[in-house]
């Protein structure tokens, strides 16, 4: 939970809500997608580096038990550069329920590889296909494994296409956040001839199959979880819309107090 914590405050307040059998398997598998995440997103490794480690770790995802002596020598060489996060996958995938490990460790790998893809193409999205592609292997694979988990925990049954556009909303808005930081760094998430108003249509059509994917769920722990997150990518997508960069801290801590006390 402390590692949770640094590397993300919005899952964190989720997470740490979660009853303690969830929160142990939701947290271990969140911080599997972020330490694949980090190497993605790494600012200082080459391209081919990025591949490389990527795609390797995809293919030790595919193998139980996961090799954690073969990981750490893949990450070896470059350890110096790498967050706690990503050097100690094998711990997250070991504090994982065993019974559950498979789909976790199933998803990241998949999630690597699609990530790898994209680093290799410049993250250069040129069509709405592309988009729903990208924001398929970086966000959606992540509602599918947790409709995935929630089945797992109290045979809790979801729509996984609304679990997809879930992820999608998110990282939609996460798109229209950061838009100014990724022209900077050369990266393109806007489809050819895209204005924001497109890319805002886009995460409001998938934040309302993130509504309708939530209507499925009756357990209220399980609710709650979905509710915050979602709740703070409206608000964020209404803060960008008039302008603000993000939302504040205490617009955070009200959106969160408001769905807790619901």
């Not at 989720?14 to 600012?43: F, N, Q, W």
């Not at 760094?185 to 993130?210: H, I």
């Not at 722990?221 to 803060?239: G, H, S, V, Y």
Request: with cysteine.
């Amino acid at each position: 939970m402390h590692v949770l914590k640094l590397t993300s405050r919005t899952f964190y307040i989720p997470i740490k809500l979660l009853k303690p059998k969830l929160r142990k398997t939701v947290g271990s598998a969140y911080l599997c997608m972020r330490a694949i995440d980090e190497i993605e997103d790494h600012i200082q490794l080459e391209s081919e580096i990025k591949q490389h480690l990527l795609r390797e770790t995809s293919q030790l995802l595919k193998q139980q038990p996961f090799d954690k002596g073969k990981y750490q020598s893949l990450i070896q060489p470059y350890e110096k550069y790498l967050p706690e996060v990503t050097i100690r996958l094998g711990d997250w995938i070991d504090f994982c329920p065993d019974e559950i490990t498979g789909t976790v460790t199933d998803a990241t790998s998949v999630m690597a590889n699609g990530m790898a893809k994209w680093v290799d193409k410049g993250w250069k999205v040129k069509t709405e296909e592309d988009l729903d592609e990208y924001t398929y292997y970086v966000a959606g694979l992540v509602g599918i494994m947790l409709s995935d988990i929630w089945k797992w925990y109290d045979g809790t049954t979801t729509n996984r296409e609304l679990a997809i556009g879930y992820g999608r909303g998110l990282q939609a808005v996460n798109v229209l956040r950061n838009v100014d930081e990724d022209r900077e760094r050369g990266v393109q998430f806007f489809p050819d001839s895209w204005t924001k108003d497109d890319m805002f249509a886009y995460a409001e059509e998938n934040l309302r199959k993130a509504d309708a994917y939530m209507k499925d769920i009756k357990t209220k722990n399980i609710l709650l979880f979905c509710k915050i997150p979602l709740a703070l990518a409206k608000r964020t997508l209404k803060a960008l819309k008039r302008g603000q960069e993000k939302m504040t801290r205490q617009e955070v801590e009200e959106t969160v107090e408001q769905i807790v006390n619901e």
